[in-house]
Antibody
Framework: QVQLQESGPGLVKPSQTLSLTCTVSGGSISSGSYYWSWIRQPAGKGLEWIGRIYTSGSTNYNPSLKSRVTISVDTSKNQFSLKLSSVTAADTAVYYC???????????WGQGTLVTVSS | QSALTQPASVSGSPGQSITISCTGTSSDVGGYNFVSWYQQHPGKAPKLMIYDVSNRPSGVSNRFSGSKSGNTASLTISGLQAEDEADYYCSSYTSSSTLVFGGGTKLTVL
């Protein structure tokens, strides 16, 4: 059974960079036709897809966030990471990491981690 | 990319059927049979209910079904049960090799 777990600071100051890591267990991040993705959800609002990465390092990002987002993968640690720069209060949300099967649907989600942007 | 359009809320009585629509464009919903649906209970991570328009993952009740016509996909829940009360989100693969979600629909079981 694949499990994903987000980790990182729960509080980030405005204008700084938000950094989160997702650790994958129960399977190799390099196996199969899987992409690895980040999604966020502000309190009381809907889901927003941030971006995805394949283990080759190929990435795709939400155009509205593309200028501020970097997703990377470390296959030796079975982890992938999110960096979101120049954050504002609007970036406060629960951030989920997830496995995307065949690049088109999410079959496993992490439990989510709340990141608050505040001074 | 613009979010897919879903009704903000739907409701139904136990035992009834409801349908949630998800409208996109020819660049996402209409262009690919890659629509998925997720159920989210408060404080929980979303759960995959339907993938590739109409396929159910193992373990998902056959009361859940999906379909698509043109740029609009639909999720139907038959034999409504109290435990179905949740938020539902559609998602589609897009021509830009991204994913896009709908705004979400709150299902209330009366």
């Amino acid at each position: 059974q694949v499990q994903l777990q987000e980790s990182g600071p729960g509080l980030v100051k405005p204008s700084q960079t938000l950094s989160l890591t997702c650790t994958v267990s129960g399977g190799s991040i390099s196996s199969g036709s899987y992409y690895w993705s980040w999604i966020r959800q502000p309190a009381g609002k809907g889901l927003e897809w941030i971006g995805r990465i394949y283990t080759s390092g190929s990435t795709n990002y939400n155009p509205s966030l593309k200028s501020r987002v970097t997703i990377s993968v470390d296959t030796s640690k079975n982890q992938f990471s999110l960096k979101l720069s120049s954050v504002t209060a609007a970036d406060t949300a629960v951030y989920y990491c997830a496995r995307v099967r065949s690049g088109r649907y999410i079959d496993y989600w992490g439990q989510g981690t709340l990141v608050t942007v505040s001074s | 990319q613009s979010a897919l359009t879903q009704p903000a809320s739907v409701s139904g009585s136990p035992g009834q059927s409801i349908t949630i629509s998800c409208t996109g464009t020819s660049s996402d919903v209409g262009g690919y049979n890659f629509v998925s649906w997720y159920q989210q209970h408060p404080g929980k991570a979303p759960k995959l209910m339907i993938y590739d328009v109409s396929n159910r993952p193992s373990g998902v009740s056959n009361r859940f079904s999906g379909s698509k016509s043109g740029n609009t996909a639909s999720l139907t829940i038959s034999g409504l049960q109290a435990e179905d009360e949740a938020d539902y989100y559609c998602s589609s693969y897009t021509s830009s090799s991204t994913l896009v979600f709908g705004g979400g629909t709150k299902l209330t079981v009366l």
